[in-house]
C-alpha cells in the first residue's frame, strides 16, 4: 500500500471528502484525486500537514503499509472546533420511571451506563411511556438525575408521590402539587395536600440518552 493507497485509506477512515482532504493539505481537491490515482504524488509540505493534522508520523502516509497498525484502533479525531474527545464515567441505572401512570422500581438497582457528559448527575432512571415526548423523552431513554431535594417550578423531575414514582414537570404551589406531561393527550396530575400521603423530589432531570435507529 502505497501513498496514493494511503491518503484514500485515510479520507475514508474519518469520512472526508476530498475537498475536506484538500483544505487540510492546502491544496484543491483535483488535487487530491491525482494522489489517489496515482497520477502525481503529493510535497512533503502537503503530507506534513496531513500528518500534523491527525497526529500521525509522515511514514505512515509514506510507506508501504504505514496506515495499518494505524486501523487495528480508532485514529483521532480531527481538529474542528466543535469536535470534543469525552471521557465516559459509571451511573448507577436505578430503574424504570414511568412517563405515564406512576409505577415505582426506582430502588431497583439494574447496574450501570456510560455517561459522556461533564455534566454533574447522580443517578439515572430508564423512561417507560410517551408522556414526555414533547421534551424529546422517549419510552426506553435514560435520564440522568441530579439529586436535589427541590426544584424550580416548570422543571422536569424524578418525584415520589405517595410512593409512586414518576417523571414530570412539577409545579408546587401552597396547597397543590401539579405534575404536568409534556403530550397534550395526558391530562395534568393534581394532587391537592389532603391527597398527599408522602411526597419527595428524587432530583432534577438535566439529560437523556436516545439510541440513534
Not at 475537498?19 to 492546502?26: E, P, Y
Not at 421534551?135 to 418525584?159: K, L
Request: glycine share 8%.
Amino acid at each position: 500500500m502505497g501513498i496514493s493507497e494511503n491518503i484514500k485509506l485515510l479520507r475514508e477512515m474519518y469520512n472526508l471528502s476530498q475537498k475536506d482532504l484538500g483544505v487540510i493539505a492546502g491544496v484543491s481537491d483535483k488535487a487530491v484525486s491525482t494522489w489517489e490515482n496515482g497520477l502525481k504524488e503529493p510535497r512533503m509540505g502537503a503530507i506534513q500537514k496531513i500528518a500534523d493534522h491527525f497526529g500521525l508520523q509522515k511514514s505512515n502516509i509514506i510507506e508501504d503499509g504505514g496506515l495499518e497498525c494505524e486501523t487495528t484502533t480508532p485514529p483521532p479525531l480531527p481538529q474542528f472546533d466543535n469536535i470534543h474527545q469525552v471521557a465516559p464515567v459509571k451511573i448507577p441505572i436505578l430503574g424504570r420511571i414511568a412517563c405515564g401512570e406512576p409505577i415505582f422500581e426506582a430502588e431497583d438497582f439494574q447496574g450501570y451506563t456510560d455517561f459522556i457528559s461533564k455534566i454533574h448527575v447522580d443517578f439515572c432512571l430508564i423512561a417507560q411511556g410517551d408522556s414526555m415526548i414533547n421534551a424529546r423523552i422517549h419510552d426506553g431513554d435514560v435520564v440522568f438525575i441530579r439529586q436535589q431535594p427541590e426544584v424550580e417550578n416548570g422543571e422536569i423531575a424524578a418525584v415520589s408521590i405517595n410512593d409512586e414514582v414518576t417523571l414530570k414537570r412539577i409545579y408546587i404551589y401552597d396547597n397543590q402539587i401539579v405534575l404536568n406531561a409534556e403530550n397534550p393527550k395526558y391530562a395534568p396530575m393534581i394532587y391537592s395536600l389532603d391527597q398527599i400521603e408522602s411526597f419527595r423530589i428524587l432530583g432534577k432531570a438535566v439529560a437523556f440518552q436516545s439510541k440513534i435507529v
